[in-house]
């Protein structure tokens, strides 16, 4: 089973700010079949990144992803206060399925 | 525009079962897959499974294999999770996904997820 470790497990920025988060796995994700989503409290998670990079239908472009192999980052690059929650990495086409990772918090400083 | 809408919160005793539903809408449902999956309280996110709307394939998470059934009503565009012999660790929130058809993949529309409590 891949493991995802995501990393930190919290993080403090201030609107305005670049937030990067990381997403490491315990074996090569094959063919970069990385997802992220973002969860606010009460809601379901909402999908921002599939395919390691590319954006789900409406999401803003200061969301990107990146990476390869075990290695892979979500990077905002101007927060919005709304920005604020909690990232989730996902892998697929692995046996089993697939695997989150524990999760990043994004707070305000 | 893509809807999933599943059913009412449930409290459970342990021992028992939950059949939780999910009413899809603004797809065509049989060319999707539906994936499960749940978070307890204050956790992260849990596959529990998958299933084709199209041939009923199903892919089960090992450690709820036995324990769990995933099926679909093509006539009314829904699924149903079933979680058997429940545990106190069961309590969590069910969220059902849009899954693509022939393998789990990621998930772009969810459910707004049921609380199922398992409590003595």
């Known amino acids: 089973e891949i493991v995802l470790t995501q990393s930190p497990g919290t993080l403090s920025l201030s609107p305005g700010e670049r937030a990067t988060l990381s997403c490491r796995a315990s074996q090569s994700v094959s063919s970069s079949y990385l997802a992220w989503y973002q969860q606010k409290p009460g809601q379901a998670p909402r999908l921002l990144i599939y395919?390691?990079?590319s954006r789900a239908t409406g999401i803003p472009d200061r969301f990107s992803g990146s990476g390869s192999g075990t290695d892979f980052t979500l990077t905002i690059s101007r927060l919005e206060p709304e920005d604020f929650a909690v990232y989730y990495c996902?892998?697929?086409?692995?046996?089993?399925?697939?695997?989150f990772g524990q999760g990043t918090r994004l707070e305000i400083k | 525009q893509v809807q999933l809408v599943q059913s009412g919160a449930e409290v459970k005793k342990p021992g028992a079962s939950v059949k939780v539903s999910c009413k899809a809408s603004g797809y065509t449902f049989t060319s999707y897959g539906i994936s499960w999956v749940r978070q307890a309280p204050g956790q992260g996110l849990e596959w529990m499974g998958w299933?084709?709307?199209?041939?009923?394939?199903?892919n089960y998470a090992q450690k709820l294999q036995g324990r769990v059934t995933m099926t679909t009503d093509t006539s009314t565009s829904t699924a149903y999770m079933e979680l058997r012999s429940l545990r106190s660790d069961d309590t969590a929130v069910y969220y059902c996904?849009?899954?693509?058809?022939?393998?789990?993949?990621?998930?772009?529309?969810w459910g707004q997820g049921t609380l199922v409590t398992v409590s003595s």
């Open positions: 299933i084709s709307a199209y041939n009923g394939n199903t």
């Open positions: 395919g390691a990079s």
């Open positions: 996904a849009r899954d693509r058809r022939w393998l789990v993949s990621h998930f772009d529309y």
């Open positions: 996902q892998q697929y086409g692995s046996s089993p399925p697939t695997t």
